[in-house]
């Protein structure tokens, strides 16, 4: 959809797990995973469902359009 690079990776900051280790006495102690992201009842979840389905029908829509895709009806 044409969104800027700055903006995808601030969504992807948000919905991608992070991880780190902390140095002790100069030695690196084992790696733990930092608890962020996307949980229910979130209020930005609304938000990137209808980016997320937008996106689908827009990708869905060219491939029907080349062809690539056929579409059926149902009933």
């Given at each position: 959809?044409?969104?800027h690079v700055l903006w995808r990776k601030w969504i992807m900051e948000f919905v991608t797990p992070a991880s780190a280790f902390?140095?002790?006495?100069?030695?690196?102690t084992y790696e733990f995973q930092f608890e962020r992201g996307d949980h229910q009842g979130d209020p930005l979840s609304p938000f990137l469902f209808l980016i997320v389905a937008e996106s689908l029908n827009v990708?869905?829509?060219a491939l029907?359009?080349?062809?690539?895709?056929s579409s059926y009806q149902v009933g």
């Open positions: 959809m044409n969104f902390v140095l002790v006495n100069g030695s690196p990708m869905m829509n029907v359009n080349v062809d690539l895709f």
